[in-house]
Structures are given as C-alpha cells and as structure tokens.
C-alpha cells in the first residue's frame, strides 16, 4: 500500500484566502471609474506582482514597505506581498519624507514603493537601508505595474506557518516613538474569519470600502473580511458622503470611524429610504459619540455596530450582530478573545463595573515590536495578557466600556480624572457638539481639568455657561479649570482626536494665569 500523500498546510494567509473554492468569476472589487475586478482576476494580479517581488530581490521575510495613495493596485501588492512570504508595511500617505527616514531605516525593507512624484526623495531614503524603489501612483499607473503587466500570472504561494508575520504596522506614536507592530499570518486570518461568522458575512454582501489602506481598519477588517467572505467591495479612493450614500442603493455593508458617521448625519439625503438596502453599519478606530448612534438609529432605522480593536491586537470586543447595540459601548469579548480590567499598578484584576487597564490575550494579539524586545515584555503580562493602554470597565452584561487612553488620564491633586466621564456630561449639555478634555500642567494640582470644546454654530455657550451646567453634577476635583470654545478638535485621519496636539498647545494656559 502507498502511504498516504502529505499535504503541506500553507498558513499564508493568502493561501488561507484563496486555495480553497472559490469562483474565480464572482465579482471582487468595482471601483467609481466603473473597473470590476473578478475572484480570477485578483488572484492572478497577485500573482504577477509576487513574481515582480521575487525579480527584484525580495525574500520570505523581508519587508516590503509602501507610501502609495489607495487604489486597486495598492491592495494587489498587499496581497503579492504576503503571498510571496514577505512582510507587508503599509505606510500613512501624510507621512512626510523625515518619517519615513525613521520608518524605512527601522524596518530595513528590501523595496519600498512609493508615488513616482516621490522616487527621487524616497529613493535616497531607501539607498541608505540598500533597499530599491518602484513607484506606483494613485492612477495605478508606474514602474511597479508596468512590471507586473509583463508578469506571469501563476506563484506558487510561499509556504508560512501560522506565527510567521505578515505584516508590520506602525502605530500613531502619538507619545514617543512610534513602534512596529509585528502581525502574523494567523494574527490576522483567525481575526477576519471570526469577523465574518460575528457579522454574517456572505459572499451576497458589497461592502463600502472609503476607509485608508494603510491602517488596520481598511486593510485587514474591511477588505480582509471581505475577501474571506467572497464578497465584492465598492472601492473608493477617499470618503465622501455623496458617493458613499449613492452606493448604499446596491450595498449591504459600510465600515467607517465615527467622523464618517457625523458627516453622513449632516446629509439631507441620508434616510430611512437611502439605506435600505443596508444590513450593517459597523464604527470603529475611536469613540462614537452615544448622541451619533442615536441619531443615526432615529433618521435610518439602523444601529450603527461599534466595535473596538487596535494595531496591535487587531479586533476585540464588537456589539453584536443579533441582541442590544449599547451606544457609548464597545461590545462584548469576540469569541476567543480574552478581555479582562485590571489594576493599572498591580495587575490584579478587578470586579465589574471597576474601571481599569484593559488587557487583551487571543490569537488576535501581535506577537510584539519590530526590534524592541524590552518594550515589547513590558507591555505583556506573565500570563500572556496585552496591555492594551486603554482605560475601560466592563459592564454586568458583559459589555466593555472604553473610558480613553491611559496616557489621557488626568491626575489633578492626585485624584484620577477619567476625561470621558465629564466629556459625556458636557457632550450632552444642549449646543455642544463635542469635548475633549484633557490634563495641563498646574502649579498647584499638578494637572488642571481642561475641556476643550465645539459647539453648533449659533449655540450661546461659553465657559461660564459649562461651568455652571457642570456645578453641582460632578465632584469638585473634577470640574474643569478652564474651558476653551474651538471650531474644530484636531484629529489624525483615522478620526481620533489628537489630545497631545491639544495638551501642546494650551500646556502655559495656567502659567500665564
Ligand atoms: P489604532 O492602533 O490606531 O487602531 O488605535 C487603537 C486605539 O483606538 C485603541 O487603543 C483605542 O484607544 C481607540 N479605539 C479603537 N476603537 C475604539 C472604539 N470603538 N471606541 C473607543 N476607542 C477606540
């Protein structure tokens, strides 16, 4: 008898993707220039420029880094890079040619592609690392794709074991350093395969894509999750709310952060009628304000789905599909994902309802910092648990509760200031449309409570008014010491208010005092 023949398990999450059935005729990605993109399709471009990647060098293992605007071609190389068994780095297409000095010199790809009008910068960035450049701009045109068209279309998939990475993403960095975050091939097959059972997912959903390629909500959640369900996405180069609401008349799905949500409010043509044909609405990267979802769920009839994950860890906690969408709540542990609220100092952990460190543990969690082993132990408990930097409770039903960034907290006479607790009283004071409140250097308490306000254009409110509204509905420690009326809180492309450029600008506010 002949033994049985060994099949090999390919953990590439291409193969994950691709080599079982799929119909290679079904319809992938469509784009607004009217550009359908079939199952087929996709996977032989992908194989193309894998066999570009391996013509110019590149290695299972290496990274292959990318600055190019969105387009159907930036995710092919997505899909060309972690086929071919290197490790994709999608980078912010704000960065400028001083962040990518550190982002390229850290990560030491062995190719970096870029827009054409940036090869020659870029190009001598790369030198530096012996990394060479190809170019691929928002047209989908340059050096990169004239290659690939050439290309044969057949790759053998490069053999991965689930702990291989593939794909290194930088975070914000909004305190020190920015850091590599090292995400496996199984860090992200097991995440989207869970989001597509958690949401129901089939190949019969169209998915508005408006969300940036180089962050983990665009690239892995939106189209990971797309993929793996085999269904189709709108791809679309940036938000807007004209396009995304003519697109619901055929979609099912639309992933976006909260500001997608409070733009698409501020339209006349988002109805009951409008997204009709739409089963989901999912939020996530930062905090949708509870007032939004209301909003949205009066003038739609849907509840939007807010979710809650981060670069390192990918997804965690999501409101369910079937049952209550709690507004101003992340949702419950995705199933095998581990959440727990500790004690910020001790690590214990603590009851619900206890407000606290959120630690996560799961087979979403990276496996650690490109090159920063120290930091990366530090981040991580004995028992495996990822310190995600979050403060947050869980509920007696088991929802999770976000409260802001650990960083964020205010310490002011040595009480803990959770801000959320008073941008939720001001948020919902009649005019403002939304808080930020942050702590600012102050002689005496160490940290002054400071609320940085935006209201509705003819809203008579101001600093005396808050003041007053607050009197009384919170404890002394946590009132604010000054309140600044703003147009508009900054925020960084993902939508998250950026309380360091905040705390920057108003750090003497108490000095001058
Ligand atoms: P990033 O690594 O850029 O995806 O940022 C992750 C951080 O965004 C998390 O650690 C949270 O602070 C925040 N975040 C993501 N989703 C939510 C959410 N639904 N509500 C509140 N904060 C969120």
């Given at each position: 008898?002949?033994?049985?023949?060994?099949?090999?398990?390919?953990?590439?999450?291409?193969?994950?993707?691709?080599?079982?059935?799929?119909?290679?005729?079904?319809?992938?990605?469509?784009?607004?220039?009217?550009?359908?993109?079939?199952?087929?399709?996709?996977?032989?471009?992908?194989?193309?420029?894998?066999?570009?990647?391996?013509?110019?060098?590149?290695?299972?293992?290496?990274?292959?880094?990318?600055?190019?605007?969105?387009?159907?071609?930036?995710?092919?190389?997505?899909?060309?890079?972690?086929?071919?068994?290197?490790?994709?780095?999608?980078?912010?297409?704000?960065?400028?040619?001083?962040?990518?000095?550190?982002?390229?010199?850290?990560?030491?790809?062995?190719?970096?592609?870029?827009?054409?009008?940036?090869?020659?910068?870029?190009?001598?960035?790369?030198?530096?690392?012996?990394?060479?450049?190809?170019?691929?701009?928002?047209?989908?045109?340059?050096?990169?794709?004239?290659?690939?068209?050439?290309?044969?279309?057949?790759?053998?998939?490069?053999?991965?074991?689930?702990?291989?990475?593939?794909?290194?993403?930088?975070?914000?960095?909004?305190?020190?350093?920015?850091?590599?975050?090292?995400?496996?091939?199984?860090?992200?097959?097991?995440?989207?395969?869970?989001?597509?059972?958690?949401?129901?997912?089939?190949?019969?959903?169209?998915?508005?894509?408006?969300?940036?390629?180089?962050?983990?909500?665009?690239?892995?959640?939106?189209?990971?999750?797309?993929?793996?369900?085999?269904?189709?996405?709108?791809?679309?180069?940036?938000?807007?709310?004209?396009?995304?609401?003519?697109?619901?008349?055929?979609?099912?799905?639309?992933?976006?952060?909260?500001?997608?949500?409070?733009?698409?409010?501020?339209?006349?043509?988002?109805?009951?009628?409008?997204?009709?044909?739409?089963?989901?609405?999912?939020?996530?990267?930062?905090?949708?304000?509870?007032?939004?979802?209301?909003?949205?769920?009066?003038?739609?009839?849907?509840?939007?789905?807010?979710?809650?994950?981060?670069?390192?860890?990918?997804?965690?906690?999501?409101?369910?599909?079937?049952?209550?969408?709690?507004?101003?709540?992340?949702?419950?542990?995705?199933?095998?994902?581990?959440?727990?609220?500790?004690?910020?100092?001790?690590?214990?952990?603590?009851?619900?309802?206890?407000?606290?460190?959120?630690?996560?543990?799961?087979?979403?969690?990276?496996?650690?910092?490109?090159?920063?082993?120290?930091?990366?132990?530090?981040?991580?408990?004995?028992?495996?648990?990822?310190?995600?930097?979050?403060?947050?409770?869980?509920?007696?039903?088991?929802?999770?509760?976000?409260?802001?960034?650990?960083?964020?907290?205010?310490?002011?006479?040595?009480?803990?200031?959770?801000?959320?607790?008073?941008?939720?009283?001001?948020?919902?004071?009649?005019?403002?449309?939304?808080?930020?409140?942050?702590?600012?250097?102050?002689?005496?308490?160490?940290?002054?409570?400071?609320?940085?306000i935006v209201c509705n254009k003819d809203a008579k409110v101001d600093e005396t008014s808050v003041l007053t509204a607050l009197d009384g509905r919170l404890a002394k420690?946590?009132?604010?010491?000054?309140?600044?009326?703003?147009?508009?809180?900054?925020?960084?492309?993902?939508?998250?208010?950026?309380?360091?450029?905040?705390?920057?600008?108003?750090?003497?506010?108490?000095?001058?005092?």
């Open positions: 008898m002949n033994a049985p023949e060994k099949t090999i398990m390919n953990a590439n999450l291409f193969s994950r993707l691709f080599d079982g059935l799929y119909d290679p005729n079904r319809l992938a990605i469509e784009t607004i220039d009217g550009q359908r993109i079939s199952y087929g399709e996709l996977v032989s471009q992908a194989g193309q420029m894998a066999n570009v990647l391996v013509d110019r060098g590149v290695k299972p293992g290496d990274r292959v880094a990318a600055q190019t605007e969105k387009s159907v071609p930036g995710l092919v190389l997505y899909l060309a890079a972690v086929r071919a068994g290197a490790v994709y780095l999608p980078l912010n297409t704000a960065y400028t040619l001083n962040e990518l000095e550190y982002f390229i010199t850290d990560a030491e790809p062995s190719l970096v592609v870029c827009d054409p009008s940036r090869a020659a910068a870029i190009g001598a960035i790369a030198a530096k690392v012996g990394a060479r450049v190809e170019t691929l701009g928002a047209d989908g045109k340059g050096s990169l794709t004239d290659a690939a068209a050439k290309a044969h279309a057949e790759f053998a998939t490069v053999v991965r074991a689930d702990d291989d990475l593939a794909a290194i993403l930088y975070t914000s960095g909004t305190t020190g350093r920015s850091k590599g975050a090292m995400l496996t091939h199984d860090n992200l097959a097991s995440n989207s395969r869970t989001l597509v059972d958690y949401w129901r997912f089939t190949n019969k959903d169209v998915l508005i894509h408006a969300l940036p390629i180089y962050h983990t909500h665009g690239l892995f959640v939106a189209s990971n999750v797309t993929l793996f369900a085999q269904a189709s996405m709108i791809f679309l180069p940036k938000f807007d709310p004209d396009l995304i609401i003519k697109s619901m008349a055929r979609s099912t799905v639309l992933m976006g952060v909260p500001t997608f949500y409070t733009r698409l409010l501020q339209s006349p043509a988002l109805t009951r009628q409008s997204t009709r044909h739409m089963r989901l609405f999912v939020s996530g990267s930062a905090p949708l304000l509870a007032d939004t979802h209301r909003e949205w769920s009066a003038r739609t009839g849907h509840a939007v789905l807010e979710r809650y994950g981060m670069t390192e860890t990918n997804m965690n906690t999501s409101n369910p599909y079937d049952g209550d969408r709690v507004p101003g709540a992340v949702g419950h542990a995705l199933p095998g994902v581990s959440v727990r609220v500790t004690d910020p100092e001790t690590g214990k952990e603590l009851p619900r309802e206890t407000i606290g460190m959120i630690e996560v543990k799961g087979p979403n969690v990276f496996k650690g910092y490109w090159r920063m082993p120290e930091k990366t132990r530090s981040e991580f408990r004995d028992d495996g648990f990822f310190i995600t930097g979050d403060l947050g409770k869980i509920d007696g039903s088991g929802y999770v509760h976000i409260l802001g960034r650990g960083k964020d907290l205010v310490i002011s006479g040595g009480f803990n200031v959770y801000p959320k607790e008073i941008e939720s009283e001001i948020d919902a004071m009649p005019g403002v449309v939304e808080s930020a409140v942050i702590g600012v250097p102050h002689a005496d308490f160490g940290e002054g409570v400071t609320a940085v420690f946590k009132m604010p010491k000054r309140v600044i009326v703003v147009d508009e809180l900054p925020r960084n492309a993902m939508g998250k208010v950026q309380k360091n450029i905040l705390r920057d600008t108003y750090s003497d506010i108490y000095a001058k005092k």
